[in-house]
């Protein structure tokens, strides 16, 4: 079994590291399963700036590789962080090259 979706919040985190904002509807929808057809109840990330959009999926694209275990020095403060996480735990700092 493989997940292949990535969580809305988590794709709205990282693209605010890296200066894109965004918007997530139906944060809170999906207890409406039921009363909601289930396609409408999904969280959907809008970027507010659709020329950023490409970036954006380009970004999140590559969160599907990202290695789960390992660890991986942060290139601001060269704190070593775990291989799964996105940005540094100690300054914030992006841990992958967009
Ligand atoms: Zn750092």
Known sequence: MKRVHIDAQ????TLAAVGIATHILNAHAAGAVG???FLHAQ???WIDDEAQAER???I?????????SGEKSCPRCGEVNPGHFLSCWHCGGGLRDY
């Open 56 to 58: 954006a999926r380009a």
């Open 43 to 45: 969280p959907e990330l």
């Open 60 to 68: 999140l694209a590559s969160l599907r590789d990202v290695p789960v």
């Open 35 to 37: 009363d909601l057809p």
């Open 10 to 13: 988590l794709a709205a985190d």
